[in-house]
C-alpha cells in the first residue's frame, strides 16, 4: 500500500512543534484525507491517517468488518488514533472514530476540527462509492450518509474546537482558514513556517482519494496512474 503521509515533511516532535495534533474530524466525503495532506504541507509538519494505519496493520477496513464485526474495528480504529494524536501533526480520522469515548477522551487534549460538507455536495461523491460498509446495502447511500450523520453530529459537535465547511470555494480556502485557526489557538503549533505561506494552485478541490473515505480498497472513479485509495 502507497502512502505519501509522512513524505518530506518534518515530524513535529524532531521540531520543537507543539505535541498537541490538528485532528480533523467529520462524515465521510468531507475532505479529511485531501484537506489534512494540504494543511500538514503548509504548517510543515507530518500527516497521519488512522484508516490507513488500520488496513497497514489489519488489513482492508470491509473485510474486518465482515469477519469481526464493527466493535473490533472500533476498538482497532482507537488504538490508531491514539498513537497518532501522540506524534503531534495533522490527523485524519475515520468518520465514526469519534463513537469510541477512549477517543473522545483522547481529543480533549488537542485541537479538533470539525469539517462539514452539505448534502448536495456530498452525493456524487458517495454514489459512486457504495462498497464502504456502513453505505452498502440496497438503498439509496445518500439516505444512508445522512441518517450516519445526522446520529453522529452531535458527538462531532462535542469534541470540535471549531468547525470549517467544505462544500463551496476553493479546497486551498479552507487550508488556508484552519492554518489561521490554529496558529491564533497554538502558536508553538507549527514554529518557523511563514503564515503567509499559500497552497499550491492544485489545491481548489477535493481530490480523488477522499470519494474513497472509509474504504481503502474502493477504486477511485475516474482516477487514472498512481493511485493512492488509502482512505
Known amino acids: 500500500m502507497t502512502s505519501h503521509s509522512d513524505a518530506g515533511v518534518p515530524a513535529a516532535e524532531s521540531t520543537g512543534a507543539s505535541p498537541r495534533a490538528l485532528v480533523l474530524v ?5 475532505g479529511k484525507s485531501s484537506i489534512g495532506r494540504r494543511l500538514a504541507r503548509t504548517l510543515g509538519v507530518r500527516f497521519r491517517d488512522t484508516d490507513s494505519a488500520v488496513v497497514k496493520e489489519h488489513g482492508p477496513i470491509a473485510d474486518i468488518f465482515a469477519a469481526h464485526g464493527e466493535p473490533h474495528f472500533r476498538a482497532l480504529e482507537h488504538e490508531a488514533v491514539i498513537a497518532a494524536v501522540a506524534r ?6 475515520g468518520g465514526g472514530a469519534v463513537l469510541h469515548p477512549g477517543t473522545r477522551a483522547a481529543l480533549r487534549d488537542h485541537h479538533v476540527v470539525l469539517l ?3 448534502e448536495r455536495v456530498v ?5 459512486a ?5 456502513l453505505l452498502s446495502g440496497d438503498g439509496d447511500p445518500l439516505d444512508a450518509w445522512i441518517r450516519i450523520r445526522d446520529a453522529r453530529e452531535p458527538i ?3 469534541v470540535a474546537d471549531a468547525v470549517f465547511d467544505t462544500s463551496r470555494g476553493p479546497l486551498g480556502d479552507v487550508v488556508t482558514a ?7 489557538e497554538d502558536p508553538a503549533f507549527a514554529p ?4 503567509e505561506q499559500q497552497t499550491t494552485q492544485d489545491e481548489t478541490a477535493l481530490s480523488a482519494e477522499d470519494l474513497s473515505a472509509e474504504d481503502p480498497n474502493a477504486p477511485v472513479p475516474g482516477a487514472d496512474g498512481d493511485k493512492e485509495t488509502t482512505r
Do not use: H
Not at 484552519?178 to 491564533?184: F, K, L, P, S, Y
Not at 518557523?192 to 503564515?195: E, L, Y
Open 178 to 184: 484552519i492554518a489561521a485557526w490554529v496558529r491564533a
Open 156 to 158: 462531532y459537535r462535542e
Open 116 to 118: 462539514t460538507v452539505e
Open 88 to 93: 503531534g501533526g495533522v490527523v485524519a480520522l
Open 26 to 30: 467529520g462524515p465521510m466525503g468531507a
Open 123 to 127: 452525493a456524487g461523491r458517495i454514489r
Open 192 to 195: 518557523g513556517v511563514p503564515s
Open 129 to 133: 462509492q457504495q462498497k464502504r460498509p
